[in-house]
């Protein structure tokens, strides 16, 4: 390509950051997303892009040719009161942009810009996925059977992570997010005076049994040097201090990097429940439910990456795994692709709160880093 990439990212740099404060400040929960995603298309539109709309999410196509490298950024913003004493706070409420979406999207459109004004430079097609719903709505799913993966050939996405130095592009091959999942279950036993438990079916100590028992599936079911995470969430029964409840209900998350472990790990708790309800004459419910699953990168496609980060002077390194989930899992079901990381942490700034935390920020003076490398990743992959 006859320009730096790096260059013209720091030329945008402080236009990156007023999208992200701009998107920061009018936060919008999954599927919600029609603010953020209409300023998305009114710019994509202009800078000549054909765009389709998913819902509230936008598959956007630029250039043409027989490769098609896709590049993907989420929107959607939590349900969190912000903490923090900033310009840009967020306007809303009870929502805040606590996992850096703001960040992704602003640093996509950075990229779309860019890209768009080298379009003749373009050796084949540019497709931009802007993806409502990540947190827990599996909006990636959605723009798939909206045709986002359709003719593509590779994808890459980013996530600004506090895990790294800022500045830092972390790059990891295979597994590198957990495959997630919920339950909901409930003990049904039989009820009456706090006075008489011999009376009764007592379904809190059967409750209070099954969740250290679930303590046992993964130290004593998976094998050491594999990892899993079985946590009891929330637990709810009674009301009164001399009624023993009919029924006690309980949720939690369990994580896996390998779905064999996953599998096992539902096994586990169907079994120690079936067992320790009988053992007390108690009934139980459990439902199980998948939610995305592991996010394995292509060993091939990290190699990429690296090569494309040494090739402009971006920093980059390991990547450790993690057991929080991602639904570009489910794009890298589909076709070859790697989720890379943006370090963002630094502490001179105070820029040290994890994700989903109400004091969550991102240090903005490394975002044109992140536009830098989409723009790179395009731009190489298509000229290969």
Not at 37 to 60: D, F, N, P
Not at 69 to 94: C, F, T
Not at 198 to 208: F, G, K, M, N, S
Not at 244 to 271: A, D, H, S, Y
């Amino acid at each position: 390509m006859n320009f730096d990439p790096v260059s013209e990212a720091k030329r945008i740099g402080s236009l990156i950051v007023s999208w992200r404060r701009d998107f920061h400040m009018h936060p919008e929960l999954g599927y919600e997303e029609e603010r953020t995603s209409r300023i998305v298309e009114e710019h994509l539109r202009e800078w000549g892009y054909s765009i389709k709309r998913v819902g509230t999410g936008i598959i956007a196509d630029i250039g043409e040719g027989e490769k098609t490298i896709a590049l993907r950024a989420d929107m959607d913003a939590l349900p969190i009161q912000e903490e923090n004493e900033v310009p840009y706070k967020s306007k809303v409420p009870g929502k805040m942009h606590a996992c850096g979406h703001d960040a992704h999207t602003a640093m996509l459109l950075g990229a779309a810009k860019i890209i768009a004004e080298h379009r003749d430079e373009l050796k084949g097609r540019v497709r931009l996925i802007f993806q409502p719903a990540e947190e827990g709505g599996n909006g990636a799913v959605k723009m798939i059977e909206g045709g986002a993966l359709e003719g593509v050939d590779a994808i890459f996405g980013f996530h600004v992570w506090m895990d790294l130095p800022s500045g830092i592009i972390g790059i990891r091959d295979g597994p590198f997010l957990a495959g997630a999942g919920i339950f909901n279950g409930k003990i049904i036993g039989k009820g009456g005076h706090g006075a008489s438990p011999h009376e009764t079916v007592d379904p809190i100590p059967i409750a209070a049994e099954t969740v250290l028992a679930f303590q046992t599936i993964v130290s004593r079911n998976i094998e050491p040097i594999e990892t899993g995470v079985v946590s009891v969430t929330s637990v709810h029964g009674g009301t009164a201090f001399n009624v023993i409840p009919e029924e006690v209900e309980f949720k939690g998350t369990f994580r896996f990097f390998k779905p064999e472990v996953g599998e096992l790990i539902q096994m586990r708790m169907r079994e120690i429940l079936d067992g320790i309800t009988k053992a007390h004459r108690a009934r139980y419910e459990l439902s199980i439910e998948e939610l995305t699953p592991p996010t394995i990168n292509t060993k091939e496609m990290a190699d990429f990456a690296r090569k494309v980060a040494e090739k402009y002077g971006l920093k980059y390194g390991e990547v450790r795994p993690t057991m929080g989930a991602e639904d570009f899992a489910f794009y890298l079901q589909k076709v070859p692709g790697a989720f890379l990381a943006l370090g963002i942490r630094n502490e001179e700034k105070g820029i040290i709160y994890p994700h989903h935390h109400p004091k969550f920020d991102v240090d903005e003076d490394v975002l044109y880093i992140g536009t830098a490398m989409e723009v790179a990743l395009a731009f190489e992959f298509l000229s290969e």
